[in-house]
């Protein structure tokens, strides 16, 4: 973007008749002036020399240049030609940005924030970019674009507070942008820079709001991998103590009713683990995870039609998870169904062929049926789609695989309870639906409107005006 803008950008000796006389602004004939080319020329012309072109290139080079040699002589004189220049360019950014021109708004807010450095023009900028990443996000459906505008936010802001120092309303910005992101740390670390710094209002009480809630959700993240790290050290009874008080404290969170059930299955109190498990479907949630849960839990209580019952709902749910489908086939090929074992050997061979324990069963199937499964996949599967399922539900993509292929032997004791974060994974903080963190900005979709006074540099705009 960068290097395309300033290739449209051709440099003149000042002309011999160009008089300016500007205050205490004087020309320098030994610098060169960039002329903005008409769009899709590749020459200048005598009659594209303008003032007006003059102009739009030193404001191509103040966006994308700011550390090009003539930078402060290009800034000064566009302010002198142009007093209100920032002023007007700050309205026409807020048009585009509103009319999703965004890269045009782009430039002219890069402009604006070089030209005019200050704590506004910076957090416009940033919050630009997070319209941005939404759109990337939302409409183009480009994931990789959408990080890396995200990411132009934050080093905008971090920009910001280098250049201003502790400054209240970037530290705010910061605190909620970590925030929605869910690097609670660094929202805690900021929300307690910016209350040493604010003033005195509204907004500073909702900071102490929003920071009670990030202190008691690092509380309960610390709650939940204890009680995870006891399970893993085969200590169910203590892991029930931690995660009975994290659910005490976030009940709606299905991930702590899944951590006790796998705790109470652990402990071989397999009614109580499946109660937990529904629980986590009474609250909205349904993964293939809960399904192989349940479905060893009625193994252990001697029901292997519904443990298939549920394996293969938790196999409907993500095709994909190797747990689930191992387990499948071990229940067909021990209740000597060959056909239904044969069918998920080979469907999990196709997701992992080097797995040890798919290995293991299958030269248990071989050794039963005398039917040697070749090298290679040869039996072709057909699946018919299954209407009863809406949507394609898949796991997250930090889930590990998860290993409970010896039922009555080891208990599982490899499951990986996948630590979700709260609710979708993210930390949640009053989020509206356009994928912004809102803390009670006004002008909403995720801008920061504090207010700010003309002394702040004329105020955040995002969100702020409506022409």
Known sequence: MKEEKLKTISFINVPSDLKMDFGSFRLDPSIKLPVQKPEGARMLSDKDITMEAIIAGMLTIIAYDEKNAAFSYYRDFVNAVQPNTAEELNKAAIAKQQQKDYDFAEELFLAVYHMLPQPASCINLATLYSYMSVHEEEENKDLDKADEMLNKAKLTLLDGLK????????????????????????????????????????????????????????????????????????????????????????????????????????????????????KCLELGESNSDIYNELSICELEEGDRELAKTYLNTAVDLDEGNLTAVSNLAYLHLTDGE???????????????????????????????????????????????????????????????????HEHGKEKNDGHCCHEHGYEDGHCHHDHEGDGHCHHGHDGGHGGCCHNHEPGHGGGCCHGGKKD
């Open 163 to 278: 250049r201003f120092g502790e400054n209240q309303y970037i530290l705010s910005e910061l605190s909620s942008f970590e925030g929605f992101l869910g690097n609670l740390d660094l929202a805690k670390d900021y929300a307690e820079r910016y209350l040493k710094v604010a003033d005195e209002g509204e907004r500073k009480e909702e900071m102490k709001k929003f920071l009670k809630q990030v202190d008691a959700r690092l509380d309960a993240d610390n709650s939940f991998k204890e009680a995870y790290d006891y399970i893993m050290l085969d200590m169910p009874d203590k892991a029930l103590e931690v995660i009975d008080k994290f659910i005490k404290e976030n009940g709606s969170l299905w991930n702590g009713h899944f951590l006790k059930a796998w705790a109470l299955r652990k402990a071989s109190r397999y009614k109580e683990a499946k109660e937990s498990l529904l």
């Open 338 to 404: 060959f056909d239904d074992a044969r069918y998920y050997l080979e469907k999990a061979r196709k997701l992992a062929s080097d797995d040890s324990i798919l290995s293991t069963l299958i030269r248990a199937y071989e050794e039963k049926t005398g039917e040697k499964l070749g090298d290679n996949i040869t039996e072709e599967i057909i699946e018919e789609e299954d209407d009863s399922i809406e949507g394609d539900i898949k796991m997250k993509d930090d889930h590990e695989h998860c290993c409970c």
